[in-house]
């Protein structure tokens, strides 16, 4: 990575988050002064989209180093097979991560954190409500609009924060590889403050901060993640017009009281394997390739 400054990693990280903060401050600014753009959560969704995450991300990168197109990983098109890997794990994976889920939101807190809990619940309720309200469609028309904003420009956004921004400057310091894609998917987690599906999606960002580590292609995770979320908002609609049954999906891999979780434990074993074959596969591949 040919750096344009020597900044320290905590500077770096700073300025990135002032980036942030201010194109947040401007996306709810222009939310609140242009109330006739319509949509009023999805406008909000989108510029934040855009304005607290695509442009600060790239702005900071800009700065810091001299190709941020490439240090980010975006100059690099995804291979047939590194998207037909996304494809199959995201399907094999349903089992366990639905099981993860179940195991997340059943846990509680100690009783002298009892106060700590409840608010945890509520901001989880608060989420899930304007979950619902995003997820109520009824048409074709507002189903792509949906998809666009929830399942790809989220996608895009996040991985451009998350994997292209912030994950490839912590590798550009001591922190060694693993260390940061863990720290990373742990704050990629937290920042959607939604604690009972936190660890679901500290493993969820795991997985995409292991595929632009072995792939070199930011492509590779935002697909990964278009998919996750797009998958979500058209079984929504399938669900709300009454063509599958309500949460189709989110009941696999879950035992009935008292068995053995069978499928969710094959489930993770194959996506194990998977991940291990794809990694000592796109690692050869790339061997030869000089960042």
């Known amino acids: 990575m040919e750096r344009r400054t020597n900044m320290k990693l905590s500077t770096r990280m ?62 690099r098109a995804p291979s047939a097979l590194s998207l037909l890997v996304v494809v199959i794990f995201f399907f094999i994976s349903i089992p366990a991560m639905n099981w993860l889920v179940h195991a997340n939101e059943s846990m509680s807190l100690p009783s002298w954190l009892s106060g700590v809990e409840q608010w945890m619940r509520l901001a989880e309720d608060q989420a899930a409500d304007k979950t619902e309200q995003l997820l109520d469609i009824h048409t074709i028309g507002e189903l792509l609009l949906v998809v666009l904003v929830v399942g790809f420009m989220a996608g895009l956004s996040e991985e451009i924060l998350f994997r292209g921004a ?37 493993v969820l960002g ?19 993640h278009t998919l996750n979320n797009s998958t979500v908002v058209v079984f929504s609609y399938l669900s709300n017009k009454g063509i599958v049954p309500e949460h189709y999906g989110d009941n696999i891999g879950l035992p009935a ?23 000592r596969h796109f690692t050869h591949c790339d061997a030869t390739r000089d960042d």
């Open 14 to 75: 700073i300025v990135l988050l002032c980036f942030m903060g201010a194109g947040l401050i401007v996306a709810s600014v222009t939310a609140i002064v242009l109330p006739h753009l319509g949509q009023g959560m999805l406008t909000m969704l989108t510029l934040q989209d855009i304005l607290a995450f695509i442009i600060p991300a790239i702005a900071a990168m800009a700065v810091f180093y001299r190709r941020p197109w490439h240090t980010m990983c975006l100059d």
């Open 166 to 202: 912030m994950l490839r400057t912590m590798q550009d310091s001591r922190l060694g590889t693993h260390a940061t894609v863990w720290i990373v998917a742990i704050i990629f987690s937290a920042i959607h403050l939604q604690f009972y599906g936190f660890i679901p999606r500290v």
């Open 206 to 224: 795991l997985w995409l901060g292991y595929l632009v580590v072995w792939t070199h292609s930011l492509w590779v995770p935002i697909i990964a």
């Open 257 to 279: 009281d008292g068995s053995l979780p069978w499928l969710a434990m094959l489930s993770f074993v194959a996506c194990i394997a998977l991940a291990v074959w794809a990694h």
